[in-house]
């Protein structure tokens, strides 16, 4: 049991010192998944099994000239860091996820604070959702778990209903 705990010793790359811009950045920064976040660094995390034996903030300019001598996952890391993500085909309707999309939020409960309860019947939130995406909203979030302190629990098949 104990050997089957033991794993090869695993690097991890985040992301990190996002800059707003790439502009007079020149080889110092990285896209994010090939889309408009920049970074100028990395924390190079490395573990053995469970336990976590190392990290080193890397600017990325540097990461560039030292990846090779890196073991082969964190290339593997690297790659899939800065790599662009497909686009989302749902049905007729591509969502790309190279740049920012709009988003529209439908709070489907009654004491919803941020509309005072308009759409917690489900017609009234499906129209709304609707009218959202004819004004160009690619992702449409619907609410439909009550707020407050103590929200009641809400499962994966109460949330789909809604």
Same mark, same amino acid.
Request: glycine content about 12%; hydrophobic content about 40%; aromatic content about 6%.
């Given at each position: ?8 010793? @695993?690097?991890?790359?985040? %992301?990190?010192? +996002?800059? $707003?811009?790439? +502009?007079?950045? $020149? ?8 889309? &408009?976040? +920049? ?23 540097? /990461?560039? !000239?030292?990846? !090779?001598?890196? =073991? ?7 790659? @899939?860091?800065?790599?662009? @993500? !497909?686009? /989302? *085909? &749902? ?6 996820? !190279?740049?920012? *999309? ?10 919803? +604070? ?16 609707? $009218?959202?995406?004819? *004004? ?9 778990? =009550? =707020?407050? =302190?103590? %929200? ?11």
């Amino acid at each position: 049991m104990i050997e089957s705990l033991r794993m090869t010793t @695993r690097t991890f790359l985040r %992301p990190t010192a +996002f800059v $707003d811009a790439p +502009f007079g950045h $020149d080889g110092k920064v990285a896209r994010l998944a090939g889309g &408009l976040t +920049f970074f100028s660094a990395v924390e190079v995390i490395t573990w053995d099994g469970s336990r976590r034996t190392g990290t080193e903030l890397i600017g990325v300019e540097r /990461l560039y !000239d030292t990846l !090779d001598s890196m =073991p082969e996952d964190a290339a593997l890391a690297w790659q @899939r860091l800065t790599s662009p @993500r !497909d686009a /989302l *085909q &749902l049905g007729e309707r591509t969502i790309r996820l !190279d740049q920012p *999309q709009v988003m529209g939020i439908v709070n489907a409960t009654p004491d919803s +604070f941020s509309d005072g309860g308009s759409y917690a019947d489900a017609g009234a939130a499906a129209l709304a959702g609707a $009218d959202m995406s004819a *004004q160009g909203a690619a992702i449409i979030d619907v609410g439909g778990n =009550p =707020p407050g =302190p103590v %929200p009641s629990p809400c499962g994966k098949a109460m949330s789909l209903s809604a």
